[in-house]
């Protein structure tokens, strides 16, 4: 019976993921094009991930606990990155979210044009565009681990990107901590490796936090802020 389970699932998810690239292609070709604006793209792009979301809670592969979850406006949004889905989840739930995002992604083919809507790519053009995300009532979410967590739930070391950002910004930072029942979509675990049940996310924002000012130790005061972040997003490991 457990295997059955098990093979059930990895087949629903599989099929899940096939739908999202696909769906992923048909909005980059027949729908992002007719976009005037960013924003609009952007809400196209978030009701589809929200759809996404529905369906991986539907057919049962998740459940979703936001109960915690401060959904403030105008943060830098920081996170641990416990699997390959954060990002839709936290953009799904979370309103005008935009991520920090490797630059590379910009050229993929099936999520190019999704990437360049809803995230931020990690170059000299950044701190502009945050700063008019921020201005406009938006979020900008970074996991500053720069990677998914092991699959062991071992920490990384944080980056200091996303303080420096934040300082740079004049921003408070919203720190929110996933917790997860079961490891799936975690770095390198197997796509098929969903487990007999359903896996819940916990959505847990924590303390905000106030940006040091901008000052010539300001190397000091992202390493704090960094070690702060750390201190809240990892407090239950």
Not at 15 to 39: D, E, N, Q, W
Not at 95 to 108: F, G, I, M, Q, W
Not at 134 to 151: A, D, M, Q, V, W
């Amino acid at each position: 019976m457990g295997f059955v389970k098990r093979v059930t699932r990895s087949a629903l998810s599989i099929a899940l993921f096939v739908l999202f690239a696909l769906g992923g292609l048909f909005i980059t070709i027949f729908v992002l094009p007719f976009c005037k604006k960013r924003s609009d793209g952007h809400r196209v792009i978030r009701c589809s991930w929200r759809a996404m979301v529905f369906l991986f809670e539907k057919i049962g592969l998740i459940a979703i606990d936001d109960s915690l979850l401060d959904k403030s406006r105008g943060c830098v949004i920081v996170a641990n990155h416990p699997s390959l889905i954060d990002v839709v989840l936290l953009t799904a739930l979370i309103p005008d979210v935009y991520s920090v995002a490797k630059t590379e992604l910009k050229r993929n083919v099936f999520y190019g044009a999704l990437v360049r809507n809803v995230m931020l790519p990690n170059d000299e053009l950044i701190l502009d565009e945050a700063k008019k995300i921020l201005s406009e009532g938006g979020n900008i979410l970074i996991f500053p681990e720069g990677t998914r967590s092991p699959i062991d739930g071992s920490k990384l070391k944080l980056k200091r990107g996303a303080a420096q950002l934040a300082i740079r910004l004049n921003a408070k930072v919203s720190t929110i901590r996933i917790e997860v029942t079961r490891r799936i979509l975690a770095k390198g675990q197997s796509i098929l490796d969903m487990g007999e049940e359903c896996v819940l996310y916990k959505f847990v924002s924590c303390k905000k936090l106030d940006p040091p000012e901008i000052t010539h130790v300001n190397r000091i005061g992202a390493m704090k802020l960094t070690e702060d972040i750390e201190e809240e997003i990892f407090r239950s490991y």
